[in-house]
C-alpha cells in the first residue's frame, strides 16, 4: 500500500502504513535506515529534493517517523528530537527573553528542572499552576504569555486538565497551548483535536515501547509554527539517530495492541489496589473514585498503564518496590515490562520538597508502570510485595 493511497481513520491502520511506502529500488516493507552524515549533491548548493545535504537537516528515516506519528496525532507536521525534553525546549526556544510562560506544577520533574534551572537564567518567566482549575490557568495569564504547558494525565499525580477550555483561554490571550501527551499515548487522547496547538512526546515511553531508545516528538496543528521549530532543531542540533528513529517506527506500529493491554491491565490494577488494606490511596483517572473521573470519560479514550498508590510511609514504600519481583525498579515508563519508582525520591527528586508535599507526591508514593504481562502475575506481585 503506497502512503499516498492511505485514506483512513483507523488508528491501526495508520500506526502500521502512514508516512511511509515500500521503498522504490527494492519494495522493502520497511524504510531503511539511512545511516549517513552527508549526501552527495548533483550541483553546488542544489541538494537531492532541496533539502538533502546534511543529516542534522534531514534524514528519510527520521522522516518517515515523523509523518506516522503526525498522522496518529492528527496534525499537520511532526518533527522529531533526541529525547523528549529536547522537544519541549525546541519550543521554548521560540520565545525570547522577556516572555512568560504559564505551566502546570506537577510535570515531570526534568521538564520543571529545564524551566526552572535553565530556562529562567535566559529571561523566560514561568509560573506555575494546578491547571486542574482553569481558573487558575486564567488568573496566571499576563499581556507577555505566550505559552501555556500542560501534562495530562501529569506525571505522578495523574491531574487532569479540560484541554479544550485551557485552550480556549491561551488562545484568547494570542498564547499557544502546548499538551505533553506522554502519559495517555495518542491512542487514548488526542489534544490537537481539542483545541492544543502543539503535542508533545516523550516516544521513550509508550510510542517506543520497548525500552530500547531515548526520543521526542512534536506534533503540531501550524505548518509555519512547525518552520519556526524546524528552523531552532536546525540551529541547535538536538536530532534522533536514523537508527533510533527506526526502532520507534517499529514501535509504533504495534501502539494500538499494546495500548489495549495496557489499558487493560492499568484498570485491574488499579481497582486491586483501590480494595487493598495496605494502600492509602490509589491514583488512576480510570476509576470512578478519580475527582476528574468524568473529565477522563469525555476527553480520552482509554487510561492507560500508568497507576500511582500512596502507602503511607517512605519505609513502607521501600519495602515495596524493593520486594516486587516482576516490576522492576527503575525510572521510566511505557515498556511492555512493568517499572515500579518511588517519585520523591527518583523522577522527582530534584522539585523541591514544598512544590512535591503541595503537590500531594509523598516518600510514600509509589508509581507504577504496568506493562503487558499476564495482569493476574502483576496482581499477584503486588500482593506479595505489600504482604
Given at each position: 500500500?503506497?502512503d499516498d493511497t492511505l485514506h483512513s481513520d483507523g488508528f491501526g491502520t495508520l500506526a502500521i502504513h502512514a508516512g511511509q511506502s515500500p521503498e522504490p529500488s527494492t519494495g522493502a516493507i520497511m524504510p531503511p535506515i539511512f545511516q549517513t552524515s552527508t549526501y552527495v549533491q548533483p550541483a553546488i548548493a542544489e541538494p537531492l529534493g532541496g533539502i538533502y545535504d546534511y543529516a542534522?537537516?534531514?534524514?528519510?528515516?527520521?522522516?518517515?517517523?515523523?509523518?506516522?506519528?503526525?498522522?496518529?496525532?492528527?496534525?499537520?507536521?511532526?518533527?522529531?528530537?533526541?529525547?523528549?525534553?529536547?522537544?519541549?525546549?525546541?519550543?521554548?526556544?521560540?520565545?525570547?527573553?522577556?516572555?512568560?510562560?504559564?505551566?502546570?506544577?506537577?510535570?515531570?520533574?526534568?521538564?520543571?528542572?529545564?524551566?526552572?534551572?535553565?530556562?529562567?537564567?535566559?529571561?523566560?518567566?514561568?509560573?506555575?499552576?494546578?491547571?486542574?482549575?482553569?481558573?487558575?490557568?486564567?488568573?496566571?495569564?499576563?499581556?507577555?504569555?505566550?505559552?501555556?504547558?500542560?501534562?495530562?494525565?501529569?506525571?505522578?499525580?495523574?491531574?487532569?486538565?479540560?484541554?479544550?477550555?485551557?485552550?480556549?483561554?491561551?488562545?484568547?490571550?494570542?498564547?499557544?497551548?502546548?499538551?505533553d501527551n506522554t502519559f495517555a499515548s495518542p491512542y487514548n487522547q488526542r489534544p490537537l483535536a481539542l483545541g492544543a496547538d502543539v503535542v508533545i512526546h516523550s516516544t521513550t515511553k509508550y510510542i517506543n515501547g520497548h525500552s530500547d531508545?531515548?526520543?521526542?516528538?512534536?506534533?503540531?496543528?501550524?505548518?509555519?509554527?512547525?518552520?519556526?521549530?524546524?528552523?531552532?532543531?536546525?540551529?541547535?542540533?538536538?536530532?534522533?539517530?536514523?537508527?533510533?528513529?527506526?526502532?520507534?517506527?517499529?514501535?509504533?506500529?504495534?501502539?494500538?495492541?499494546?495500548?489495549?493491554?495496557?489499558?487493560?491491565?492499568?484498570?485491574?490494577?488499579?481497582?486491586?489496589?483501590?480494595?487493598?488494606?495496605?494502600?492509602?490511596?490509589?491514583?488512576?483517572?480510570?476509576?470512578?473514585?478519580?475527582?476528574?473521573?468524568?473529565?477522563?470519560?469525555?476527553?480520552?479514550?482509554?487510561?492507560?498503564?500508568?497507576?500511582?498508590?500512596?502507602?503511607?510511609?517512605?519505609?513502607?514504600?521501600?519495602?515495596?518496590?524493593?520486594?516486587?519481583?516482576?516490576?522492576?525498579?527503575?525510572?521510566?515508563?511505557?515498556?511492555?515490562?512493568?517499572?515500579?519508582?518511588?517519585?520523591?525520591?527518583?523522577?522527582?527528586?530534584?522539585?523541591?520538597?514544598?512544590?512535591?508535599?503541595?503537590?500531594?507526591?509523598?516518600?510514600?508514593?509509589?508509581?507504577?508502570?504496568?506493562?503487558?504481562?499476564?495482569?493476574?502475575?502483576?496482581?499477584?506481585?503486588?500482593?506479595?510485595?505489600?504482604?
Open positions: 500500500m503506497a542534522r537537516v534531514a534524514n528519510p528515516t527520521r522522516e518517515a517517523l515523523e509523518r506516522n506519528l503526525a498522522a496518529l496525532e492528527g496534525g499537520a507536521e511532526g518533527l522529531a528530537f533526541s529525547s523528549g525534553l529536547a522537544a519541549i525546549e525546541a519550543v521554548l526556544k521560540t520565545l525570547s527573553a522577556g516572555d512568560h510562560v504559564v505551566s502546570e506544577e506537577n510535570t515531570y520533574g526534568g521538564t520543571t528542572r529545564m524551566f526552572t534551572r535553565v530556562l529562567e537564567r535566559l529571561g523566560i518567566a514561568f509560573t506555575f499552576v494546578d491547571s486542574r482549575d482553569p481558573e487558575a490557568v486564567a488568573a496566571a495569564m499576563r499581556p507577555d504569555t505566550r505559552l501555556v504547558h500542560v501534562e495530562t494525565p501529569t506525571n505522578p499525580m495523574m491531574r487532569l486538565c479540560d484541554i479544550a477550555a485551557i485552550g480556549d483561554i491561551a488562545h484568547a490571550q494570542g498564547a499557544r497551548l502546548m499538551v531508545i531515548i526520543g521526542g516528538v512534536l506534533v503540531v496543528a501550524d505548518p509555519a509554527f512547525a518552520d519556526e521549530v524546524r528552523f531552532v532543531r536546525k540551529s541547535t542540533g538536538a536530532v534522533p539517530g536514523p537508527m533510533d528513529a527506526w526502532l520507534c517506527l517499529r514501535g509504533a506500529k504495534t501502539l494500538h495492541v499494546r495500548m489495549r493491554q495496557h489499558n487493560a491491565a492499568g484498570l485491574a490494577v488499579a481497582r486491586f489496589l483501590e480494595d487493598h488494606a495496605k494502600v492509602d490511596r490509589v491514583f488512576y483517572p480510570g476509576l470512578p473514585s478519580h475527582p476528574q473521573h468524568d473529565l477522563a470519560v469525555r476527553q480520552m479514550t482509554g487510561f492507560t498503564g500508568m497507576v500511582s498508590m500512596d502507602v503511607g510511609t517512605l519505609e513502607r514504600a521501600r519495602a515495596v518496590v524493593e520486594h516486587t519481583r516482576l516490576f522492576q525498579l527503575a525510572e521510566s515508563l511505557g515498556g511492555v515490562e512493568s517499572l515500579v519508582s518511588v517519585p520523591a525520591l527518583m523522577t522527582h527528586a530534584s522539585v523541591p520538597a514544598e512544590l512535591r508535599a503541595r503537590m500531594g507526591v509523598t516518600d510514600g508514593l509509589v508509581r507504577l508502570s504496568v506493562g503487558i504481562e499476564e495482569v493476574e502475575d502483576l496482581i499477584a506481585d503486588l500482593e506479595q510485595a505489600l504482604g
